[in-house]
């Protein structure tokens, strides 16, 4: 699948080429910086989907420091964040229209390459929000340590069970970094430091609420001395929610633990049929790319990677003055 994607990425057409290399920026556009000297920056961001309010947050958040910097930014994503080609197409249109930088989450992590070495031969810095391409392009990604995010709901979802049990994971992808490293933090860390709980299964719903809820109800099924489920992603954990409520699990004997927020997720929590989730901070991840696009252009130094940080929240706190601001709804 991968392959496919990637050859229709290569396939950038020699009018492609020809337009990167006629919209030049200018010197006065290159040089001015939030709004100093020279023109107003154009910033192009192409995220990996508006399926989720987590992206609308991001979109937020990037708005709000684009106004604050006095440039103008557009941001668009697929439909489903299973759209590779879709989100290629846009990055595509992007470098078309030669903005002074883009701003890119990819979703899968090898078919970008051929289109950021055009970006560097056009000349336009990229920076990467979210998830990262295997490319040398990007000067800086802003994103979440999902590694630090997916141990982080390990431990809080293993001293939920008293460190014993059987655990399964629904995940949102075995392609694009998060949804991998998510994964991998999580079932590390259950490895490492608790040799009694067993992850019996892994699979994977693509972020769709319906098929996450299929597979969480299969699991169950296959497992009925299950202790516990873990969503990675919003879409995940709503369709463990969705499965748990048409079951007719009562709160508390199932633990379920999540990842993003949402309003459906946060209702859960305070209804008691989900034990906690893993918060991002999303408006700080768009108000991140932007700021650090702007800085790109004006050939700052930047930290190769900018974590924007991970935070636990359930009952006790998802109303706290220091939660709220990372929640979404």
């Avoid at 972020?207 to 202790?227: F, Q, Y």
Wanted: proline share 3%.
């Amino acid at each position: 699948m991968k392959k496919s994607y990637t050859k229709a990425a290569v396939a950038v057409s020699a009018s492609l080429v020809l337009a990167l290399s006629a919209c030049g920026r200018g010197e006065d556009a290159a040089s001015g910086g939030g709004g100093e000297g020279g023109g107003e920056l154009d910033i192009a961001l192409v995220s990996k989907g508006f399926q989720h309010q987590f992206w609308q947050a991001v979109k937020a958040g990037a708005e709000e420091k684009a106004e604050e910097l006095g440039v103008t930014m557009t941001f668009d994503g697929p439909a489903a964040e299973t759209e590779v080609d879709a989100q290629l197409q846009m990055l595509q249109a992007a470098l078309e229209r030669g903005p002074d930088a883009i701003g890119y989450a990819a979703l899968d992590p090898e078919a970008c390459v051929p289109l950021l070495d055009q970006a560097q031969q056009a000349d336009i810095p990229v920076v990467e929000f979210d998830a990262g391409c295997d490319s040398d392009v990007p000067v800086t990604i802003c994103q979440t340590d999902s590694k630090v995010a997916g141990a982080l709901a390990a431990e809080h979802l293993a001293e939920l069970i008293g460190g014993a049990g059987k655990v399964a994971i629904v995940g949102h992808s075995q392609i694009n970094s998060t949804g991998v490293e998510r994964r991998d933090g999580f079932v590390e860390k259950i490895e490492a430091d608790f040799p009694d709980i067993e992850i019996v299964d892994i699979q994977y719903g693509d972020g769709d609420h319906i098929k996450s809820a299929d597979i969480a109800k299969a699991m169950l099924a296959a497992n009925p001395d299950l202790t516990a489920l873990y969503g990675t992603n919003e879409g995940s954990a709503i369709g463990i929610v969705n499965a748990v409520n048409e079951l007719g699990i009562q709160p508390g004997e199932l633990t379920v633990v999540g990842f993003d927020s949402g309003q459906a997720q946060i209702d859960a929590i305070k209804s008691g049929v989900m034990a906690g989730a893993i918060t991002q901070d999303p408006m700080g991840i768009g108000r991140c790319t932007i700021e650090s696009a702007v800085a790109a252009v004006n050939g700052d130094e930047l930290e190769e990677i900018q974590d924007t940080g991970s935070f636990w929240y359930d009952s006790t706190n998802v109303d706290s003055d220091d939660i709220t601001p990372m929640l979404y709804e």
